[in-house]
C-alpha cells in the first residue's frame, strides 16, 4: 500500500510530529523523513535528532554485538 506520508505530516499539529521525530523504532523510514522534512518546513525541527538517532543506532549496535 502507497501511503503519502508528505500529506500525513501536513495535517498533524507541530506538538505531534515533534514527538512523532524521536519514535525512531515506531516509525517508518519514509515517515520519519517526511516528519523531519515538514518540521523543518515549519522551522521547528530540533537540533538533536541526528544525534539522537545516532545514539540508538549505537547502543543497538553495542546490543547486538553482545
Known amino acids: 500500500m502507497n501511503y503519502n506520508f508528505d500529506e500525513i505530516v501536513r495535517e498533524k499539529s507541530d506538538?505531534?510530529?515533534l514527538s512523532m521525530v524521536y519514535q525512531?523504532?515506531?516509525w517508518d523510514?519514509?515517515?520519519l523523513k517526511?516528519?523531519?522534512n515538514e518540521?523543518?518546513?515549519r522551522n521547528v525541527l530540533p537540533?538533536?535528532?541526528g544525534i539522537r538517532r545516532q545514539e540508538v543506532i549505537?547502543?543497538?549496535d553495542e546490543f547486538l554485538s553482545k
Open 24 to 26: 525512531f523504532d515506531e
Open 34 to 36: 517526511a516528519v523531519e
Open 15 to 17: 506538538e505531534e510530529l
Open 58 to 60: 549505537n547502543n543497538e
Open 39 to 41: 518540521l523543518e518546513i
Open 47 to 49: 537540533v538533536d535528532v
Open 29 to 31: 523510514v519514509e515517515m
